[in-house]
């Protein structure tokens, strides 16, 4: 049984989903290379990997901390800590970016919003 006020091991589990995440998007910018058969030099690849660590990253601390901390706290003492609230934040969050930034602008966000959240939900609990 659920104890309310377990939070479970969600400082392993928040470097570990954000890490996770990285690798996904960044093995899906390579595939994507491969299947277009348009490949970037080496430095080309080096510099946007750099870049991209500096910028996801930062934002993904500054949006653990922001929202993704207080949401699980927030679900644990006062909910359940289940996929489905999880999912729910993901989606208002992800509503309000779209209709701050729009769609195009937003969809990476949206994509690692959901990625993060659910290998987050998925290691917080695991033994």
Known sequence: MFNPMDYGNWKNSIV???????????????????LQGE????????LLIFISIAVYFGLSVSGWVLVGIPTHL????????????YALVCLIVSILLVLFRG?????????????QAGLFRFYVFSK
């Open 16 to 34: 570990k989903s954000v890490s996770l995440g990285f690798l996904a998007l960044v093995l899906y910018g390579l595939g994507m290379q491969v």
């Open 39 to 46: 490949f970037f030099h080496a430095h080309e690849n080096i």
């Open 74 to 85: 927030a679900l644990c003492r006062w909910f359940s800590p289940r996929y489905q609230y």
């Open 103 to 115: 769609f195009a602008s937003s969809a990476i966000f949206i994509v690692a919003i959901f990625l």
